[in-house]
């Protein structure tokens, strides 16, 4: 696939990830405050819990042609729409031959993976965004699944540059604990 399909294709999974159905009504059926995604970003800590955050996994199946496409994705961010503050959202997506890939122990790297790691900010006054979808190097570890409370934990760490300001973002101590965990 060109880069111009994979690029989209990875923002419309991490788009799926973060709003579609309503994340926080579907997931409030399973579970009740639970989760936590956690990343340094640039050396300063970052952490996005369920409930004031948007936040889940997500494995989904793609058709496009005649090729079907696999995709585990991990996000999170901050709702700064309804309250008029700064905005914030992490995603790793990684590219899989089955969804049987999607187990404990599994590790992805982007020697060996496709995988893709994004980064946006946005200020609350809009004068600081940062849109950081071009991926130098990632890593995904799966770490825990609970099928019964529909939950995933793991590890994630990538740079990633943004093309507008060409400025990299080291992401690293990247994990998610307990977070909504959604098959498609």
Do not use: R
Request: glycine share 6%.
């Amino acid at each position: 696939l060109t880069f111009c399909i994979m690029k989209k294709i990875v923002l419309f999974l991490l788009a799926i990830t973060l709003i579609s159905c309503d994340v926080e009504d579907a997931v409030n059926q399973f579970i009740e405050d639970a989760g936590v995604v956690k990343a340094d970003i640039n050396g300063v800590t970052k952490t996005w819990e369920f409930g004031p955050n948007s936040l889940g996994a997500l494995l989904s199946t793609e058709s496009v042609g005649t090729e079907t496409i696999y995709a585990f994705s991990v996000a999170a961010s901050t709702d700064g729409v309804s309250d008029n503050s700064e905005t914030t959202a992490i995603g790793v997506v990684v590219f899989i031959d089955s969804p049987e890939d999607i187990i404990f122990g599994a590790t992805f790297t982007s020697s060996a993976d496709l995988i893709v790691g994004s980064y946006a900010f946005e200020s609350d006054n809009s004068t600081t965004n940062i849109d950081a979808d071009q991926t130098v190097s990632a890593t995904l570890h799966i770490s825990a699944i609970n099928a019964s409370a529909e939950t995933i934990s793991g590890t994630f760490s990538f740079k990633t540059t943004d093309d507008d300001t060409n400025i990299t973002y080291n992401i690293t101590n990247g994990s998610f604990s307990e977070i909504p965990y959604y098959n498609d």
